[in-house]
């Protein structure tokens, strides 16, 4: 059973296209986030949510639009695609609300905008 | 708000030598520090963390990492690398009783035969 699952891996789509990621955690983690990895590959959080609520929304183009349905899942709109969009986009999770541990990340999500 | 640094960008290792990777990190509160490994073209693994008590943790694949709390320190070591180690390393701070979890610039790693 995978802990964090995000579809999907790879995404090839042309500038202004709109696009989502979608991401679920099966751990009962009460924290999710996004996490956006540049072509040098340095992490930089977007977006966190804890129990459905935004937490953290870090400067980030209003383009970019999160949605939490539930506590296992929280995906990633994005609209208007542009060429700077392209990275790696991963997704993480912890269980902050009972004792803070290590987040878990899914495999990522490659964007390529073209 | 937390900072880390991490003060090599590449570390170049022949196998069975050691390696220590190493992390530095500035903040006004207390934190819990993590390293994590990337393989190539894969998500980000745990490989030990620091939240309380001993300062010196063991980790997955042989690798441990010590807490120094004067010099605001938490540098990775391994005492003999295989090919396999070779990855991208990221030290990460979280503040104890926060949610973001931020990031060095990380450190590529290369081991050689």
């Known amino acids: 059973d995978t802990a964090v699952s995000q579809t999907p891996k790879y995404l090839v789509t042309q500038m202004g296209n709109d696009k989502s990621i979608k991401c679920e955690q099966n751990?009962?983690?009460?924290?999710m986030y996004w996490y956006k990895q540049d072509s040098k590959k340095f992490l930089k959080i977007m977006f966190s949510?804890?129990?459905?609520?935004?937490?953290i929304n870090e400067t980030v183009p209003n383009r970019f639009s999160p949605k939490s349905p539930d506590k296992a899942h929280l995906n990633l709109h994005i609209n208007s695609l542009e060429l700077g969009d392209s990275a790696v986009y991963f997704c993480?999770?912890?269980?902050?609300?009972?004792?803070?541990?290590?987040?878990?990340f899914g495999q990522g999500t490659r964007l390529t905008v073209v | 708000a937390q900072s880390v640094t991490q003060l090599d960008s590449q570390v170049p290792v022949f196998e069975e030598a050691p390696v220590e990777l190493r992390c530095n990190y500035s903040?006004?509160?207390?934190?819990?520090l993590f390293w994590y490994v990337q393989y190539p073209n894969q998500g980000l693994q745990l490989l030990l963390k620091?939240?309380?008590?001993?300062?010196l943790v063991k980790g997955i694949n042989g690798f441990e990492a010590e807490f120094n709390k004067s010099q605001t320190s938490f540098h990775l070591r391994k005492p003999s690398v295989h090919i396999s180690d070779t990855a991208e390393y990221f030290c990460?701070?979280?503040?104890?009783?926060?949610?973001?979890?931020?990031f060095g610039a990380g450190t590529t790693v290369t081991v050689r035969a």
């Open positions: 993480a999770s912890s269980q902050v609300g009972r004792g803070n541990t290590e987040a878990f």
């Open positions: 751990l009962g983690h009460d924290t």
């Open positions: 949510y804890n129990n459905k609520e935004l937490i």
């Open positions: 903040s006004s509160v207390s934190v819990y």
């Open positions: 620091y939240l309380s008590g001993s300062t």
């Open positions: 990460a701070v979280t503040p104890s009783n926060d949610y973001k979890l931020s």
